[in-house]
């Protein structure tokens, strides 16, 4: 594998993901990952409890999963991409069901990477280019103090000239292959009061993420 396909769509948008996902754990939230239908805990190799779905009662129920929810600012969803139908997306409800897997329950987080933008030369007598890709991270919050505390959030996880690790997702070895930064960043909060309840306090972040192949 060459160097440029290492750097593909589909390690820098996992890659982005799992460090974007290592952050909110740092930051007091837990993660479920729609598409594994996993709940993660913290960093560590024992903390993912799959199946969460169809299991939830009792994934809640053990003494770990309990104690690291209490001391969590709670349960974040995240996806690759936003889904195709908005209308997954939904509050969680007072009787805190959990919905099947293709229902998306708030606070959620969406990441979605494009291909690669126009290149320029990085230096003479080689092959190598800037190649910049364009970033998209929107959130979805249940009310306006989440919605804060979530813009404030990123714009920290992805301020302008924040380094990320590269990582082959592709050949499943999770090898380090290089890495990339953040620029151009910008967040804006948007709320809408007339929307579907989860779709009403958003959150988008839009930034480059540059690498040099």
Not at 21 to 28: F, I, M, V, W
Not at 64 to 69: G, I
Request: no cysteine; glycine share 4%.
């Amino acid at each position: 594998m060459t160097t440029v396909q290492e750097y593909s769509s589909t390690n820098i948008l996992n890659s982005v993901s799992t460090y974007l996902s290592a952050k909110l754990l740092a930051d007091g939230m837990l993660v479920y990952w729609h598409a594994a239908d996993a709940l993660q805990i913290d960093s560590t190799s024992t903390g993912w409890y799959v199946g969460f779905s169809a299991n939830r009662a009792s994934i809640l129920a053990n003494a770990t999963v309990a104690a690291a929810l209490a001391a969590s600012r709670g349960i974040i969803t995240i996806l690759t991409t936003y889904p195709a139908e908005p209308r997954f997306i939904h509050r969680l409800i007072s009787d805190a069901s959990w919905g099947a897997t293709d229902v998306v329950p708030v606070p959620a987080m969406t990441v979605d990477v494009t291909p690669v933008q126009r290149t320029t030369g990085y230096e003479l007598g080689t092959r190598k280019k800037w190649r910049p890709r364009a970033v998209l991270i929107e959130l979805y919050a249940r009310d306006q103090n989440e919605q804060s505390w979530l813009s404030d959030w990123v714009e920290r996880a992805v301020e302008q000239d924040q380094h990320i690790s590269v990582v082959n997702h592709d050949d499943g070895s999770l090898a380090v292959v290089g890495d990339a930064v953040f620029e151009q960043v910008r967040v804006e909060t948007d709320t809408y009061l007339d929307a579907a309840d989860a779709l009403a306090f958003q959150v988008v972040a839009g930034a480059y993420l540059v690498y040099v192949v």
